[in-house]
């Protein structure tokens, strides 16, 4: 028998990077699926615009399994996670896919932040469809607070929601742990995916300021409303699923050439 073939969406991301190495060393043929592909790859890639479906029916040609890691957090989230997924859905039907992945995110049905309520309107779109599908929620990666944090860097003082709650986990070992889900059969809402610890954004900060050798004062940035108090109650975590083994000091310290 052929070996399955997968179309992986939001191939140039994060999570797509690490995960499209992953899928072809389990002896998955991978083809890779973003608006902008790399100009020269030996791999195969489509173009894929997911808010009007360019590239759709050419992406999803001879599909057995999609892994749907496109997302748009700082632009239009609903027209390419909800609307977006919609249409990939509709496509993965009429191609008979058998497994459908969805990579979601830990709290998404807790915490009411826009990019999360449209998360959740597609978990809720794949189970309403004849597809066969997977959904694994992941808490944030390293490389997100990392972000997040360096950006704060710049600043004189750090504000921060000191109290939040995060449980981050290092993008490789989300990608190792969701490529077990990536098989013909479908495995429905699955167990969530998370870093080794859970610690407040404040203790977060503060390795990072010890890390590259910052003493600016960290000042607690005080957030009203239910997204903050979902992330300060914990929603975003899930402290009995500790899959990945990496904590957020050692990432840090292999990645330091990333310093702000
Ligand atoms: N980052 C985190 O901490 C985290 C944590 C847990 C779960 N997740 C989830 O993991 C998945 C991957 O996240 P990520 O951080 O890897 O995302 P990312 O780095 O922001 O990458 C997003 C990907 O989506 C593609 N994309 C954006 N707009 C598109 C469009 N209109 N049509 C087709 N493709 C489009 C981008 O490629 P082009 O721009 O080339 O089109 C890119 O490949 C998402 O579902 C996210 O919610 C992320």
């Known amino acids: 028998m052929a070996e399955p073939h997968?179309?992986?969406?939001?191939?140039?991301?994060?999570?797509?990077?690490?995960?499209?190495?992953?899928?072809?060393?389990?002896?998955?043929?991978?083809r890779a699926a973003s608006r902008s592909p790399p100009p020269e790859t030996a791999d195969?890639?489509?173009?894929?615009?997911?808010?009007?479906?360019?590239?759709?029916?050419?992406?999803?040609?001879?599909?057995?399994?999609?892994?749907?890691?496109?997302t748009a957090p700082r632009g239009d989230s609903e027209a390419v996670d909800v609307r977006g997924t919609e249409r990939l859905l509709e496509a993965?039907?009429?191609s008979g896919v058998s497994n459908f992945v969805y990579v979601s995110i830990v709290g998404?049905?807790?915490i009411p932040y826009s990019?999360?309520?449209?998360?959740?309107?597609?978990?809720?779109?794949?189970?309403?469809?004849?597809?066969?599908?997977?959904?694994?929620?992941?808490?944030?990666?390293h490389?997100?607070?990392?972000?997040?944090?360096?950006?704060?860097?710049?600043?004189?003082?750090?504000?921060?929601?000191?109290?939040?709650?995060?449980?981050?986990?290092?993008?490789?070992e989300a990608g190792t742990a969701l490529t077990d889900y990536v098989t013909l059969e479908p495995h429905g809402r699955c167990a969530p995916l998370g870093g080794p610890h859970v610690h407040s954004l404040g203790d977060l900060?503060?390795?990072?300021?010890?890390?590259h050798g910052h003493w600016r004062p960290i000042i607690r940035l005080p957030l009203p409303g239910a997204v903050a108090s979902g992330f300060r109650a914990g929603a975003a975590t899930c402290p009995n699923r500790t899959v990945g083994t990496t904590s957020w000091n050692a990432w840090m310290a292999t990645h330091s050439d990333k310093t702000s």
């Open 115 to 141: 990019y999360y309520e449209h998360k959740l309107a597609a978990e809720r779109a794949i189970e309403s469809s004849p597809v066969p599908s997977t959904i694994v929620r992941i808490t944030q990666f």
């Open 143 to 172: 490389s997100f607070v990392f972000d997040l944090l360096s950006t704060i860097a710049r600043l004189p003082v750090w504000p921060l929601p000191t109290a939040f709650q995060l449980q981050p986990i290092a993008v490789d």
């Open 92 to 94: 993965a039907a009429d």
């Open 6 to 30: 997968v179309l992986l969406t939001g191939a140039t991301g994060t999570l797509g990077q690490t995960l499209r190495p992953e899928l072809a060393a389990d002896g998955l043929t991978v």
């Open 205 to 211: 900060a503060r390795a990072y300021r010890a890390e």
């Open 44 to 70: 195969e890639w489509v173009t894929l615009d997911l808010t009007d479906g360019t590239g759709l029916e050419r992406a999803l040609e001879g599909v057995d399994i999609v892994v749907h890691a496109a």
């Open 108 to 110: 998404v049905d807790q």
